[in-house]
């Protein structure tokens, strides 16, 4: 039971949270996984329709996040976590009756807005449980994330073999029941007192406050490099080194292993705004070596590749840590507590759009261009982590007023 005690959480709320964090994010991850397959397999739907779709979906979800987390501050954010969990579980099992377009965007983007929501308003609910010092407990829901996702690909690659229309819509039914059970533990979590409530006045500062919505940005500069890792690598192993395609897999499992294994380890320390802005910069000069190592696997002989390839996507996980503790900080701590969900739910407007168009910068610059394009890639990632400190000071004068001295009374 002792080895135990570093994976299950002591108390029965931290608990409740990593048995819904895991079972949301199965669903996540068999979403990720077979989603486009269901749409173009199963729904046979043109793969430019399923592309669309989900890029208006992508944005429209970016918008609800933002209200999701204004109306955590005021509703309290344990009811809208259930909510957006329950109507996720709901529209998913909708996705079963897409025939056309229509009938597939309109279930498909309430599931992506709803996964979007429960992402922010969580934040709040992770800060009631862990109290004065949250950022272990992030750390470990974001471990706990990885493992979910990993498992629902898992299960995903499992109708992804049999390929076959009643296999993919079995995965959907199992995404929706999973997402239900998730919903129904969710209830068990501690209530969350909706502190915005009390400051009616205020609405929408989120969107006005200028150093947090740059941290947004530089934030979602930097959420780039997720889409390195599931676009711009794959394709380079393929279309441009002499590795061995096998690494396409082996280059999700090793970066998936060291974040479950490292996470909690690498935020440890990252306790304050200004700890996080020097993590955050350290993470985009990782990312700007990992960019240098993966773009000299090109012409490299197949075991040179490799090596090259593996050490690269070790250098950007550790990058990866960095980032995701430096950020859980910053959009936490810079936030007033009366309006937690709302500013939580303004930073994820900057993954979002990483998440977006991230794809499509990586295959412009890194595969049609080649080396020089992951020169650039890494030189704007560590050009944004660069700007992170500054941009921290900043946001902490427009909070923390300056006290002077006072003046002294000696005769002069």
């Known amino acids: 039971m002792r080895a135990l005690s570093g994976v299950i959480p002591p108390d029965r709320d931290r608990r409740v949270l990593a048995l819904v964090t895991l079972a949301a994010t199965i669903g996540k991850g068999i979403f990720l996984t077979a989603g486009v397959l269901f749409f173009t397999r199963a729904v046979h739907l043109p793969a430019v329709q399923v592309g669309a779709g989900l890029s208006i979906a992508g944005l429209i979800a970016l918008l609800a996040g933002v209200a999701a987390g204004h109306l955590a501050d ?28 229509w009938s597939f965007l309109v279930p498909v983007t309430v599931a992506i807005a709803a996964q979007a929501a429960g992402m922010v308003v969580r934040g709040p609910v992770i ?49 929706a029941l999973i997402l239900l059970v ?35 940005v530089l934030d979602g500069v930097l959420s780039i490099q ?3 890792l599931t676009v711009a690598i794959p394709l380079w192993i393929v279309v441009a080194t002499g590795a061995p395609r096998w690494l396409v897999s082996a ?38 070596l990992a960019c240098a190592l993966i773009s000299s696997a090109a012409g490299a002989p ?25 950020g859980f900080e910053l959009s936490n701590e810079l936030a007033p507590k009366h309006a937690v969900g709302q500013y939580l739910g303004v930073f994820g407007i900057g993954m979002g759009l990483a998440e977006s168009f991230g794809p499509v910068l990586l295959v412009s610059l890194c595969i049609e261009w080649g080396r020089p394009g992951w020169y650039v890639v ?15 000071r900043w946001s902490l004068r427009t909070r923390i007023p300056v006290t002077h001295p006072e003046p002294s009374l000696s005769p002069g």
Request: include cysteine; aromatic fraction near 8%; charge should be positive.
């Open 378 to 392: 890494g030189a704007l990632l560590a050009g944004a982590g660069l700007l992170v400190p500054p941009v921290v």
């Open 74 to 101: 005021r509703r309290g954010a344990r009811e809208c976590y259930v909510g957006a969990l329950g109507i996720g579980a709901a529209a998913t099992f909708t996705l079963l009756f897409a025939r056309d377009f």
């Open 182 to 216: 998730a919903a129904l533990t969710a209830v068990a979590l501690p209530h969350v007192p909706p502190a915005g409530a009390q400051h009616p006045g205020q609405r929408w500062t989120a969107v006005r406050d200028l150093p947090y919505l740059s941290l947004a």
């Open 302 to 326: 197949g075991w040179a590749a490799a090596t090259l390839l593996l050490t690269g996507i070790v250098v950007h996980t550790v990058g990866e840590l960095w980032q995701a503790a430096g």
């Open 127 to 175: 800060n009631q449980i862990a109290g004065a010092k949250p950022q272990p407990l992030r750390a470990y829901v974001r471990a706990t994330t990885n493992v979910g996702i990993a498992l629902g690909a898992a299960l995903a690659g499992w109708a992804a073999q049999r390929d076959t229309v009643g296999g993919y819509r079995w995965l959907i039914v199992a995404n």
């Open 226 to 228: 997720y889409r390195i």
């Open 251 to 288: 280059a999700v499992v090793l970066n998936t292993a060291i974040i479950v294994l490292f996470q909690v380890r690498a935020s440890r320390n990252v306790d304050t705004p200004q700890r996080a802005g020097r993590t955050m910069r350290r993470a985009g000069l990782m990312f700007l």
